[in-house]
């Protein structure tokens, strides 16, 4: 051990006559270890959020669509073989979409339909396992009354459950001499599903492509667009020009879950940004709390200061006695902030104590992610703003004069 760390070590330590440098010692330490476990914790629940949020948006939706500049297309088989000979592409599924009006005796419901493939949805969205009644196979039965899979708050408002019938009102009427009439078709639910997110359990509706182009008026095989799974979505950039270079660009579009969530997760990403860095001010507070216990100590020890220069001691010793203690307060504090902050979040997601309201957020809990990449980033933060508050102090002890101070003590 040199004897820098040695001396730091013994200002740091012993505190019998001047206990109120201790005190601000302690409060230094506390507020660095404070703002580092704000830092770790809320960092998790912001990640755990947007992460949350993520896998919710990309279950139920794929990570890339393919569509049509004219609107439906003929053919797809062949694209859809084209698209999943892709290295990187898990899954392919065709489907249709359109706006559609269902209706019981007990309530009347815009949804958005969408006709899926049964057969290969499950390699690209999650629905069959957010079913929570019935089965995705009940949408393969095609007789009098085709099956519907619709989301819980949606069947709450109309009042069905799995073997109920309901009324689908399109927007491809039939023109008649009294005027344009809607065109109506019953359906049977056969499966009800449940994906956490209010916008989607009250706004889907799932039939199958067949159904689909029957109630809404197809005289051919035709679907609105491709729907693409990958094996890893942060590919998605790079998959989307591979796929428009294979499908020889227009009239294919495609566009990327990025593209079509690009305003809502760079709001997350700028929240997150906003409150770290409003975060990082607490651990600033208690970098400026070593300054204040460091300039304290110099006025304190300027005659021990004053004798280890006169025996030869260098002006660099001096400054590195004093600013090993700072550091040493700003290790105790971010290693105290790193066991409190990664504490607290464990106990935040396994206990989940902290319950959110259901019919305002889509979660019941505050989920908990912590990033390799962010807490080695509030760990280097931490200990340069320490670092950075020792080298004034540290200097100005560093000016000691041994003659002025020897002189009148």
């Not at 440098?21 to 959020?49: E, Q, Y």
């Not at 639910?189 to 449940?194: L, N, Y």
């Not at 507070?285 to 216990?293: D, L, N």
């Not at 025996?311 to 006695?321: A, K, Q, S, T, W």
Request: charged share 15%; proline share 4%.
């Amino acid at each position: 051990m040199s004897f820098e760390l040695s001396i730091a070590l013994r200002y740091l330590l012993t505190r019998r006559k001047h206990s109120f440098i201790s005190i601000i010692s302690l409060l230094s330490i506390a507020g660095v270890a404070l703002g580092v476990t704000a830092l770790i914790v809320v960092l998790g629940v912001m990640n755990g959020f947007s992460t949350n949020l993520r896998d919710k948006i990309l279950g139920i939706n794929a990570h890339l669509i393919v569509s049509h500049a004219q609107g439906a297309f003929e053919g797809y088989d062949q694209k859809q073989r084209l698209v999943e000979a892709l290295p990187g592409v898990t899954g392919v599924m065709p489907f249709l979409y359109s706006e559609v009006m269902l209706s019981t005796p007990q309530g009347v419901k815009g949804a958005a339909l969408r006709g899926i493939d049964p057969s290969s949805a499950p390699k690209v969205i999650s629905l069959h396992k957010d079913l929570i009644a019935g089965t995705l196979q009940g949408l393969e039965d095609q007789g009098d009354q085709p099956g519907i899979i619709i989301g819980q708050d949606m069947a709450a408002r109309l009042g069905v459950r799995v073997g109920d019938q309901l009324n689908m009102l399109t927007p491809s009427g039939e023109k008649r001499s009294f005027g344009f009439t809607p065109k109506i078709k019953i359906f049977q639910v056969t499966g009800i599903f449940d994906t956490g997110m209010y916008e989607y359990d009250s706004s889907l509706a799932f039939v199958s492509i067949p159904s689909a182009q029957a109630v809404l008026g197809f005289d051919r095989d035709a679907v609105t667009g491709l729907e693409v799974k990958l094996a890893d979505v942060y590919q998605a950039p790079e998959l989307a020009e591979r796929i428009q270079e294979r499908l020889k660009g227009f009239p294919f579009v495609v566009r990327t879950w990025m593209d079509m969530n690009q305003s809502l997760f760079s709001a997350l990403k700028l929240e997150k940004t906003a409150m770290a860095v409003i975060l990082v001010m607490i651990v600033l507070v208690g970098s400026f709390s070593i300054i204040t216990t460091l300039f304290m100590l110099v006025m304190e020890k300027k005659q021990d200061v004053a004798v280890l220069m006169s025996m030869g001691c260098l002006p660099g010793n001096i400054r590195r006695i004093f600013m090993l203690q700072g550091t040493i307060i700003g290790c105790i504090g971010t290693a105290l902030g790193y066991g409190f902050g990664l504490g607290l979040s464990w106990l935040l997601e396994k206990y989940q104590f902290i319950k959110l309201p259901q019919d305002i957020y889509y979660l019941d809990h505050l989920p908990v992610l912590l990033n390799p990449l962010d807490l080695s980033l509030i760990g280097i933060v931490a200990l340069l703003l320490c670092f950075l508050a020792t080298l004034y102090p540290a200097n100005q002890a560093a000016k000691v004069q041994p003659a002025q101070v020897l002189r009148y003590e």
